[in-house]
């Protein structure tokens, strides 16, 4: 076998030869002969490796040992070829040992590792006649690679195709994967060597499973209706585990080939049930299967098999019963699934509509099935006797405790709800009514346990989601109001006052965007509202322009009434708009509504108001008539005193009447204010015309006093100021700029002193310019 392993060393040797990897441009100019000179008594050496008479072992040794004395030669060269002058002047101590990473330019030939020596050397399967081919093979390969024609092409992949075979056969999976690829480079099309490959990788120690899927994806793209490829592909990666989606994606393909093949359907079902988690899944197939055929009964039955076998599925085995008894009016079967299904929803929510309907479909059955078992029919008259029955005290005890509750006899509105429970201890409606009562006397814990019990014995009870969702609401758990709300939304999605109040949740929650999203849902909800808080919303996000949108929507959808919160809501609405005299219209007939029932909400209305307005009459006035409807005497005196500057002492009426002079010497004539504006456009206009005519004759200090009539006529105007400053600037008068910069400050702040400072920056510079020309 010494041939053998001469012949595997020789391979490795002119791998080694093959993978040298140095770059000699890395190579200075000084030392580029002495690695040409190593490099060449390197290859010297290894091409007359095996003319010594030594054992393999110690040629390889010898090997080995002249490899390691290469690297460090040339590790040698590289590292004085290093450019470490610039480091060397800041740093003096440092060498190139410091900087220099080792490099290996030649591998050992490592013999506890390599698969040739050590596994197959001795493999009995390889005899002389066995090498002698491989050798010829080898030959045969040199020969065609010298030329590039066609024609040896196909020669030359079958050549490496039969060496990879081989090898696979030897068990020697690195040079059979390596021919392998050879010649799928040479036909990639060739459906054979795709086969050859993934036997060979399959049988590989180091198993890349990605490596093989893609394999059989490539065998099925060569041939796609070759199922068997896919149900190899399929086993395989059932062998890897996890892999449930890349299965069903196989079985969707092979479908895919067929759509009308039952059976490529009932395959992927079978997988689908054993996930045992799939149920969704499943079910489509199901569907799928019955679109096939919709006569087929079976199928029908089938998925009504498995629905059986899962929790809650009542209604979709009603349904697929209902598409049975469509084609079959008839069906015993169906109809006594249905008349089943009925009867246990029944004993589970005590639903007595639900025992008629079961009687009803036990009834079709008794009258097409001559062996009809009337037992069950009997059961459901029985429950529905019982039921009506029970329903009629159970209603005697709800109106009783209604009566108790209207009377303030809470107590025994309660225990009225309680014997109406322990009537029927399954019936929700029961727990819900009990919850109600407790909700409306504000014992909101107990409310929430009553409800809570409703609904695990119904859990499609909307009434006691919404109203434990409230519950929550009020006590400021919002996050579990969203919770609780988002249940009852799954069952009943219409419901825009559930929307409303998971928007209030969400809002207080600051979650904005959301809460957007929560109150846009409220279309059949009171719209003033739902408008109201989306301009809250937009301009708590600073989108003015959104909000001012929805504010007018508000403002739109407002439907007057008498009461001083509407009005004053609809104030601060016009307010945030700044249509400013409107506001004023709805803050006085807010406040025209206050008496003693309101007072408190006035005052505060009056405060609010009074940080915008702080030197309005109006509101002070209407905040001294609050202050004394709450008996707060002294406090409103002393704030009639503050403005109008006195120190009177007057009786409670005599106050009060002043405060209603105020009023009435301080009434707002919204027509006379907008004349006014109007009036100031025009002088304004005027004022602009003489301006431009004083410009044109050049008399600029006239000019500077114009500009100060026109801001004194809307001192609230700022292109007025930043007119002024510019023609300040342009005659060069930047003391007069810069004092109009400090009457705007109340305007814009940030502009005022970002103008004063680009001033005093330009005088400072042009000090600079004077110094220097002063020093030339």
Known sequence: MADIKIYFLKKEINKIKENLNINLNEVKEDFKEE?????????????????????IDNIITDI????????????DIMKKSMELNPMVNVMPDLSADDFYEVKTFAENIKLTENEYFNKFADNENINDELLDRIISLDNQIKEVEKTDKSYNKENKKNLYKERAEIYNSLSMPSYAIEDCNKAIEIDANDINLKLLKLDILKKGNEVNADDIIKCYDDIINLDKNNLESYYKKIEYLESLGNRQDNIIKCFDDIIELDKNNAERYYKKLWYLQSLGNREEDVIKCYDDIINLNKNNLESYYKKIEYLESLVGRQEEIINCCNEILNIDSNNIKALYIIADEYR???????KEDDYKKALEYYNKVKSLDKNYNAYYEEYCLDKINYNENLQKEIKYYYDKAETFFELGRHKEAINCADKAVSLDEKYYKSYYFKGSLLKNIENYNEAIVCFDKAIEINDKDTDSYYNKALILFELKKYNESIEVMDLYLKIDDKNSNAYHYKGLCLYNLKKYDEALESFKSTNNFNKYDMYYFLGEIYEIKNNYKEAIKYYDEALKNYKEKNNARDYYIIGMTLYKLSLFDKAIDNFNKALSFIDNKNAEDILNYCNNILKLEKNNKVFYAYKIIALILLNKYDEALSLYNNIEKNNESLSRDELYQKALNILDENKIDVNSNKR???DNKSDIKSLKEQINLLKSKGENYLVMEWYDKIIEANNQNIESYREKIEFAKSIGNSKAAIECYDKMMKLSPIEAYKGKAEIYRTLANENDSNKKNIMT
């Open 64 to 75: 080995n040992s002249k490899i390691n004395s290469f690297n460090d030669k040339i590790n």
């Open 676 to 678: 006014e504006e109007e």
């Open 35 to 55: 690695a040409k000179n190593n490099i060449e008594n390197f290859i010297h050496f290894l091409d007359n490796a095996l003319t010594s008479n030594k054992k």
């Open 344 to 350: 246990k929803q029944a004993d589970k929510t005590s």
